[in-house]
Structures are given as C-alpha cells and as structure tokens.
C-alpha cells in the first residue's frame, strides 16, 4: 500500500506559496493587525493565546498536511480494489447534472476540437496522442454512481466511456507506477494513485447521460471515479502522464488531501 | 448548591490520572472538531436558516487563507477536521477500554432507573439535589454521561460513514445515505454542544466538581466507601 514517499520533493515545504507572504508583507501586516482584533472575540482562530492566525501558521500547515499524508495511507489501507461503488436506476439520474469548477459555470471556455487531442506522456509504450474520433472508436461502457463532493452535495449520474483499466492496457502504461497524472484545458490538474486508475469502475468519460458531455462538464473527455471525490476527477482533459513522481495537482497543492477516497 | 460536604469529611481521589488526562484531551479534540465542523457545514448548509460564523468557527483567517488556498478556510477545517478525528477516536478507545477494565463505568453510571431520574431532575429543579459528595454522580449526571458516550460513538461512527461512502456503504445506507448521514452526523454534533452548555454550566455551579477534574481529589463526606470514591 505504499504508493507514495512520506514526503515528495515536490511538496512544497510548509504550504503553498510561502513566497507571496514575503512579497506581499504590508498588506498581510495590515490583514494580521485587523484578524488581530476580530480574534479578541473569535474562539476559531484561538487568536487569543497566540495573537495570529494559528491555521496560516507554517508548522501547523505542515503538522496539518503531515496528519493528512497519514491519512492518505490509511484510505489506501481501506481502499479495496474490488469492491465496487452502488450503482442505481436510470430514473434516479440527474440531468443536468450539478456545475462545479474552480471558476462559475458562465467563464467555462469550451475546448476547440479541431486542435484538441488527448496527449500521452511518461510510462506508456505507445505516446500517439488520441483524436475523440479514435477513443469513441474504442469499447464503450456506462455506469450510474453517486458523485460526492468534499463540499458536501451529491448526485446521481449517468456516465459512459472506456473503462480506464482497458485504455492504460491499451497505451501499454506501467501499471507498477505510482500515479496517474492529468492536465486539462483550463489550467486544472490533477494525481491519483495508481490502485484507483485500475479500479473497474475508474472511467474516461465522453457522455453523460447518453449524450456528448455538454462543454461545461468536460467536453471532450473527463475522467469518472466512483470511489473518489469530485475534485479528484479533472475534467477537460488534454494530456495523461503515468509517472512516479507526485505532480500533485489544482487543490491538492492547495491543502486539499491528496487520495480522497470515499 | 455549595458542594461542601457538612459533617466529618476526608479527601479522596475521585478521577484517577488516566480519567483527566482523557477528559481534557477530549476537551480539546471535541472543540477542534466541532469549530472545525461549522466551517465545513457553512460550505454547503444542511438548514439554509443556519449557518456560523466564521469568526467562530476553525479554518484560520477568510482573506490569509483565500490567499493561500484560493478559499475562506474549507481546506484548512478539513485538515484540522481529518486530524482532530485521531484525538477523538484514540483518547475516546483508551477512555473506553479503562472504563470496561477498571470498573470505573459500572461503578460510576449504574444502577440507573428511570424512577432515579425522575427524582433527581424533581430534586434539581426544585433546588434539593444534593452535592455534598461528588464522588457519586446523581441518576440525571448519570443518564447525561451515558447519553453523550452514545452520541460521541454514533458521531464517528456517522462521520465514517461521511468519510467513506463507498468503502462503508452498508453503513452509510443504515443512516439514510450520504445526506442522512450528513444529518445524523450534524444532530450528534447539536447533541453534543447542548450537553457541552449543560455540562459547563452545572460545573460552574459546583465548583468543587471543576477542581476535582484538575487535582483528581474531592472532599467527600467521611462514611464514603473508599471504593465507591475511585
């Protein structure tokens, strides 16, 4: 179950973009002095004993995210690689299904198939990136399964793609590697561990619902995982890596934990 | 109300090293967790009437964090709320197993009738409950300690299935799925912070109770069994 060194290289040390707290120092000063005296009376930022604000701390940051690779140890300890997610009816789908990114549903800047294609990078024998004619071309399955976010919604919907188990054996990927890896159009990215791409249920989706996933939940190509929560499955993809080395990705760089399993 | 015993009275040891150890542990792991809690309730409100302030709740500062994380503290209550859940879980193992082991549950919270109850809560509300010895708990402090054991368990076991859906699904399923686990987890965490009010409350009453918790002695009325004290 050890899919990941306890610390990667490339984690950065004690949170993300440390070095904006140095450029941007006044203008923290100011916000500190003015969390200051909201603390007088906030019993959340415990500010009274410390007189700062405890979780911005860096080794709090650190102790926290340290706490949070453990727990990205034990979910794969209770992750089993068989067991499947419930599956439901078709009348339970929810179409249209619920928006979210990192951004509002009308900035969504949908991708230009005509340039588009899905590239392939690292541990793979065969790197030809893939038009969405060819990966249509391929055997297609469905599934409904509940979508839940870290945030605390869920829904129920209807996906349908190439089982991603087949497509890595297709690409001849390193299935001993670590992670898989995703970059995506509008500037998300995304890691996962290798165990969870193989999962039977792991899906690189092109419809939802039975039809073409609409622009702003993935045209052309997302990834769907069952057992993992919604930040964990990057839509807009437009290039896979298997690799060992943890690329980490949008909100795991930004605190978020990195296996969330469900 | 004062607590003090009346009549010859000897000092003893009501809670043992482990027991406040463990109780103060909790205190800590149940306010991380709770204030941990709203912040990440807030993202998506159960009840759209109700949600918390930020101030009060953990997550660090709206505008340091947004600048780090690109959010108002969701990320950092996760991370105090997926760390505190080892506080809780493991002090609340070691707490239960010493209560088994020890006695210290049989001897402390039974018998309990609901006759007892009644009259304790008469007796209390009517200003009668005594409070001379400390030692022994009364039929209400008892059925409250047992109320809140019952709703620490059914709060991680909630918080599982929240955690693990999937993994856990028979679980989840039990509580009404996600959403109704979502809903039990959150009126666990009501039951909690009201027993909290209550508990903080009549210990401020009983000041004696409040040093006992610290020093572990109490001066209790001299014919107390010693074992009766422990």
Known sequence: MDFRPFRSVNRPEGGVSQHSLVEHRKLIETVERRGFLRGAVSLGSLALLTGCDVSNDASIQKTLRLISEWNDRVQAFLFSPTRLAPTYSEAEVLNPPRFNAFYLKSQVKPVDIKSWKLELAGLVETRKSWTLDELNALPQVSQITRHVCVEGWDYIGKWSGIAFAEFLKRIGADTKAKYVTFKCYDGYSGTIDMASAMHPQTQLTLRYADQVLPDAYGFPVRIRIPTKLGYKTPKWITAIEVTNTYRGGYWEDRGYNFFGGI | ????????????????????????????????????????????????????????????????????????????????????????????????????????????????????????????????????????????????????????????????????????????????????????????????VAFVVIHVSLAILVPSTIKAMITGKARVPADTPPRAAE
């Open chain 2, 1 to 192: 109300m004062s607590g003090h015993a009346k009549g010859p009275t000897r000092v003893v040891m009501v809670h043992p090293p482990l027991v406040r150890v463990v109780h103060w542990l909790n205190v800590i792991a149940i306010f991380i967790m709770v204030g941990s809690g709203w912040r990440i309730y807030d993202n998506v409100p159960i009840f759209h009437w109700l949600t918390f302030p930020i101030w009060l709740s953990i997550g660090g500062d709206p505008e340091i964090t947004y600048r780090h994380n690109g959010d108002t503290g969701f990320s950092n209550a996760l991370l105090w709320h997926f760390a505190a859940m080892w506080l809780l879980v493991l002090n609340g193992l070691v707490y239960l197993a010493y209560g088994i082991a020890a006695g210290r549950f049989r001897m402390k919270l039974f018998p309990l009738s609901p006759r007892a109850v009644l009259r304790d809560m008469i007796a209390a509300a009517t200003f009668k409950l005594d409070h001379d010895d400390i030692s022994k708990y009364n039929a209400v402090q008892k059925l409250l300690y047992l109320g809140v054991l019952c709703i620490l368990a059914l709060v991680v076991i909630s918080g599982l299935a929240i955690w693990k859906p999937v993994q856990f699904w028979w679980l989840t399923n039990l509580l009404g799925g996600f959403q109704g686990a979502r809903l039990v987890h959150f009126l666990c965490m009501s039951a909690i």
